[in-house]
């Protein structure tokens, strides 16, 4: 079992970058796939980004070239960085994580276990 705590969210102006952390502690989170997802006031929770076990990254078409997710196996935690921030992206992101570990896999019933999220408020 892991157990996820995400930061690095706020309140930025339009252009601007964030990092976003996940932070695992309990199992080690390169046992896992990692998702990023995010949710906007209204919306279904969406796929942002994602690695695989072994390394692999995966984006969303909307967020492919702003959006870069990274792990950091000393420090058991998964990056999102974020660049070029839209009043679009304004939302609250959550990173999951899924046991099976390969493929990475967009669908939020896929992943067992999950944070409780990180506020970006990005205007205008």
């Known amino acids: 079992q892991v157990h996820l705590v995400e930061s690095g969210g706020g309140l930025v102006q339009a252009g601007v970058s964030l990092r976003l952390s996940c932070a695992a502690s309990?199992?080690?989170?390169?046992?896992?796939?990692t998702g990023w997802f995010r949710q906007a006031p209204g919306k279904e929770r969406e796929f942002v980004a994602g690695?695989?076990?072994?390394?692999?990254?995966y984006s969303a078409d909307s967020v492919k070239g702003r959006f870069t997710i990274s792990r950091d196996n000393a420090k058991d935690t998964v990056y999102l960085q974020t660049n070029s921030l839209k009043p679009e992206d304004t939302a609250v992101y959550y990173c999951?994580?899924?046991?099976?570990?390969?493929?990475?896999?967009?669908?939020?019933?896929?992943?067992?276990?999950w944070g409780q999220g990180t506020q970006v408020t990005v205007s205008s």
């Open positions: 999951a994580a899924d046991s099976r570990g390969w493929p990475v896999r967009e669908r939020v019933f896929d992943y067992d276990y």
């Open positions: 690695i695989s076990r072994g390394g692999r990254t």
């Open positions: 309990g199992r080690t989170l390169s046992s896992y796939a």
